[in-house]
């Protein structure tokens, strides 16, 4: 009786956990695409929606201590919350680093853009896919998943390479895009640390699963 009511206090934490992933991957989605529409409204709105993310860490961080304390996990089962209570927090500072971009949109404001963004928003897509995965790969205890997620890290760090290498560019042609280049800029490292986040994600899948502790790229 007792494992029962633990594996459906466990299904309910994987359901709590893809639902924070999926507030996650959407407030990135918006911050930008503010950004790259000057939707200085949208941008405004990512704040509660941050709001609502950090809401959803302290209600699952009540769950699984309340677990630890009630229940008494051992073994794969302790791993398992443990893991949960570190993975949040990736979540939480994911949804920081959104409200991090729409702050830089927000600054650039109706300021005509540099140039069109093409690999910002290819970065944060790779970003967008890696948190849906790595919450895959913890429901289905997916190691091997786990380090494929890990992986696409080198896809975001090479575009923000080609990031900085244009903005560049374009700041040697003329300075007076320096103020807006340094911002986008900071707009590459926030998704650089996003993919960063993730793959923190996929190591605590990977000691929840095997015990071991690893630390990729």
């Keep these: 009786m007792m494992r029962e009511h633990l594996d459906q206090k466990l299904t309910r934490l994987n359901h709590d956990l893809i639902k924070m992933g999926a507030m996650v991957e959407e407030i990135i989605d918006k911050a930008i695409v503010s950004l790259k529409n000057q939707d200085l409204e949208m941008a405004k709105s990512i704040y509660t929606d941050d709001d609502a993310i950090d809401e959803m860490e302290l209600s699952i961080e009540k769950d699984c201590l309340n ?31 959104a409200v991090n971009i729409a702050k830089v949109t927000l600054e650039i404001g109706k300021e005509p853009l540099m140039k069109p963004l093409i690999d910002i928003p290819k970065m944060a897509e790779i970003c967008q896919r890696m948190i849906k995965l790595s919450l895959d790969a913890f429901v289905n205890q997916d190691v091997e998943l786990a380090r494929k997620v890990a992986e696409m890290d080198q896809e975001v760090d090479d575009l923000y390479d080609i990031v900085i290498k244009e903005v560049f560019e374009y700041i040697s042609r003329d300075s007076k895009f320096l103020n807006q280049g340094i911002k986008l800029l900071f707009v590459g490292r926030y998704l650089e640390r996003v993919a960063d986040h993730t793959t923190n994600i996929c190591e605590r899948i990977i000691y929840m699963v095997t015990g071991e502790r690893v630390e990729i790229n």
């Design 67 to 97: 677990l630890i304390a009630l229940q008494q996990p051992i073994a794969k089962d302790l791993r398992r919350i443990a893991s949960a209570l570190k993975i949040i927090t990736d979540l939480e500072r994911i949804g920081d680093h």
